[in-house]
């Protein structure tokens, strides 16, 4: 059951940051590893999630694509490129990430709490279209590295769901200070 109704908007939703942390948890759980960050295009959101019991129907109007998870790794300096691309755009969906936009830059970048570092290679779950430099991610397909789960997107969120919904608990979300 979603605990309230989500939907998708700029600089940051319930809807994106909901799907941003589950793909982050889910790349996480299958690398046996924490990834840094997560990106979710605000466009592959197709629909908005209802207060309410959450149906398998509603899983497929919301992630109708057949895309799949896939962990990169990117260097910082090319992060930084991708979050200024999203600072332009006013903002996409995000976990991992605290930034704010100031004339159409990203300023004040932490990753889990940390200052970006454009030396290091961090970790990002996403789906394989963004990892291909699709809507115009370029950067993403810049990668170090790329590893292909084969975990379908929503497979993923259908599995999150149903592990939440078992054991009794609420899907909710909430509004941080991602993008701000």
Same mark, same amino acid.
């Given at each position: 059951?979603?605990?309230?109704?989500?939907?998708?908007?700029?600089?940051?939703?319930?809807?994106?940051? +909901?799907?941003?942390?589950?793909?982050?948890?889910?790349?996480?759980?299958?690398?046996?590893?924490?990834? %840094?960050? !997560?990106?979710? &295009?605000?466009?592959?959101?197709?629909? $908005?999630?209802? !207060? *309410?019991?959450?149906?398998?129907?509603?899983? +497929?109007?919301?992630?109708? +694509?057949?895309?799949?998870?896939?962990?990169? *790794?990117?260097?910082?300096?090319?992060?930084?490129?991708?979050?200024?691309?999203? !600072?332009?755009?006013?903002? $996409?969906?995000?976990?991992?990430?605290?930034?704010?936009?100031? &004339?159409?830059?990203?300023?004040?970048?932490?990753? &889990?709490?940390?200052?970006? %570092?454009?030396?290091?290679?961090?970790?990002?779950?996403?789906? %394989?279209?963004?990892?291909?430099?699709?809507?115009?991610?370029? $950067?993403?397909? $810049? &990668?170090?590295?790329?590893?292909?789960?084969?975990?379908?997107?929503?497979?993923?969120?259908?599995?999150?769901?149903?592990?939440?919904?078992?054991?009794?608990?609420?899907?909710?979300?909430?509004? %941080?200070?991602?993008?701000?």
């Amino acid at each position: 059951r979603a605990a309230e109704t989500m939907k998708a908007h700029k600089p940051e939703s319930l809807l994106s940051n +909901f799907n941003a942390d589950v793909y982050k948890l889910s790349a996480s759980e299958y690398l046996k590893g924490k990834v %840094d960050i !997560a990106i979710v &295009n605000l466009g592959g959101l197709r629909t $908005q999630i209802p !207060a *309410g019991n959450i149906t398998v129907r509603n899983v +497929f109007e919301l992630m109708p +694509f057949e895309n799949e998870l896939v962990v990169v *790794g990117l260097k910082g300096d090319k992060l930084l490129g991708l979050l200024n691309y999203f !600072a332009e755009i006013g903002g $996409q969906g995000v976990s991992g990430i605290r930034m704010q936009i100031e &004339n159409n830059k990203a300023t004040n970048i932490l990753i &889990n709490g940390e200052p970006l %570092d454009i030396n290091k290679t961090y970790s990002i779950a996403t789906n %394989d279209y963004l990892a291909g430099g699709n809507d115009k991610m370029l $950067q993403l397909a $810049q &990668n170090e590295k790329r590893i292909n789960t084969g975990i379908k997107i929503r497979n993923m969120l259908l599995d999150y769901v149903k592990n939440k919904t078992k054991n009794g608990e609420l899907i909710q979300s909430k509004l %941080d200070g991602r993008i701000k």
